[in-house]
């Protein structure tokens, strides 16, 4: 259930929880609701707080500045920036709950990196660490801040107990600007580094799962054929000199067998890197992958270079998986793959006539290819109403090959 708060030129919708549509607290009213018990709890516990947090500034890292001379100068002062970072952390959890400020984590100070020059690299780095100087500067000042708020709230809760909603909601604000202002990810390429550390996990996550399954086939296929081979041979051996017919019958049952796990290590090997994508290009392995649809399809590439090898190797194993299902689930009677380039980007479109109704939430394998697109920035948009036809866009990032490098 909603109601509706007209204000002049604007309407605004509130929820159950009494917060407006685009994230606000509603409106401060004489009446005192849950969102301005909130934010007198939360101007009220200031006071402690922001002593609990200058005090740590000022023991901490102060004397971290002043033993800079010393052995120990310079990890007290990165330790005592890291400490900064946890007050950090509680402040936005203060805030969250109490003024329903919703603010995005910082990055993790990356301590590994790929040229790692040891530990005065690591350390040097947690001394430069501006998330934690930010935090500095915030504990810093609230000091007076929240003497001063605390003493208002107090005195308002005696004497101008009418309009305290009011005077909470100014004073809050206040405390929302400084949180967004001082404890939110410093800029773009922090929030950058934080989502490529997600996608670094689906890429993990993504290989683990392909060697299972690489796994899982030598198991259950080719490498069940060979033992069964091997045993065959045995007997045959065995035979050989009792029974020559029935030697020679197990021998061309062995052959099968061969040419069968043959066939299987081929398809294997087709399902990691396929011969003809590294050999002749994306338009050749696609051209392969369409010949093995139960539906006609129509592939067109107009490419005039060839990207880099990961980048043609997920363009090829989006469309393989995209027309899988096609084959599967469709119920088409033709498809077209089209691939191109446009500036910087990769694009590719697969189409087909079929029933429709394809969704991200419908199974693991659209939602694998839109997490796997996205791991290395790309984009994956489904367009299928019940009915058809089905779109499916593909965006890759264009990079292109050293020459002389496969």
Not at 133 to 143: A, C, G, M, N
């Amino acid at each position: 259930m909603t109601e509706r708060h007209s204000s002049p030129g604007r309407a605004v919708t509130t929820g159950r929880d009494g917060r407006t549509d685009d994230g606000r607290p509603p409106p401060a009213r004489f009446a005192f609701d849950a969102h301005t018990w909130k934010e007198i709890a939360h101007l009220l516990a200031n006071l402690p707080v922001s002593i609990l947090g200058f005090t740590y500034v000022v023991t901490v890292l102060f004397t971290g500045f002043w033993l800079t001379f010393t052995v120990i100068g310079f990890p007290l002062l990165a330790a005592g920036l890291l400490g900064a970072r946890q007050l950090g952390k509680l402040e936005r959890a203060r805030a969250r709950a109490l003024l329903g400020v919703r603010v995005d984590e910082p990055s993790r100070l990356p301590w590994r990196t790929k040229n790692d020059d040891g530990f005065f690299a690591r350390l040097w780095m947690g001394v430069k660490d501006p998330v934690g100087w930010r935090t500095v500067l915030y504990d810093f000042i609230r000091l007076p801040w929240g003497v001063l708020t605390f003493v208002i709230t107090l005195t308002s809760l005696f004497v101008l107990w009418p309009v305290l909603p009011f005077i909470a909601r100014g004073l809050a604000n206040v405390d929302r600007a400084m949180v967004r202002g001082l404890l939110s990810p410093s800029d773009e390429l922090e929030r950058r580094i934080a989502e490529l550390e997600s996608d670094r996990g689906v890429v993990v996550d993504a290989a683990a799962s392909d060697l299972r399954r690489i796994e899982r086939d030598l198991h259950d296929g080719a490498q069940a054929r060979l033992v069964n081979l091997a045993m065959g041979l045995g007997l045959a051996k065995e035979k050989l000199l009792e029974d020559p017919e029935y030697a020679q019958a197990m021998v061309a049952e062995a052959h099968g067998e061969v040419k069968l796990a043959l066939q299987e290590l081929r398809d294997l090997a087709r399902g990691i890197h396929p011969a003809v994508l590294t050999d002749r290009g994306l338009d050749a392995a696609l051209s392969s992958v369409a010949s093995r649809c139960t539906v006609p399809v129509k592939v067109t590439a107009d490419l005039d270079s060839r990207p880099v090898q990961a980048i043609e190797g997920i363009a090829y194993f989006t469309v393989s998986e995209l027309l899988q299902n096609v084959s599967k689930h469709s119920g088409a009677r033709s498809a077209s793959v089209d691939v191109w380039r446009s500036e910087n980007r990769l694009l590719i479109q697969v189409w087909d006539d079929g029933r429709g109704g394809a969704r991200l939430d419908g199974g693991t394998g659209m939602r694998g290819l839109a997490e796997r697109l996205d791991a290395v920035d790309g984009l994956f948009v489904i367009d299928s109403p019940p009915g058809g036809p089905t779109v499916v866009t593909a965006e890759l990032p264009w990079r292109d090959r050293v020459p002389g490098r496969r």
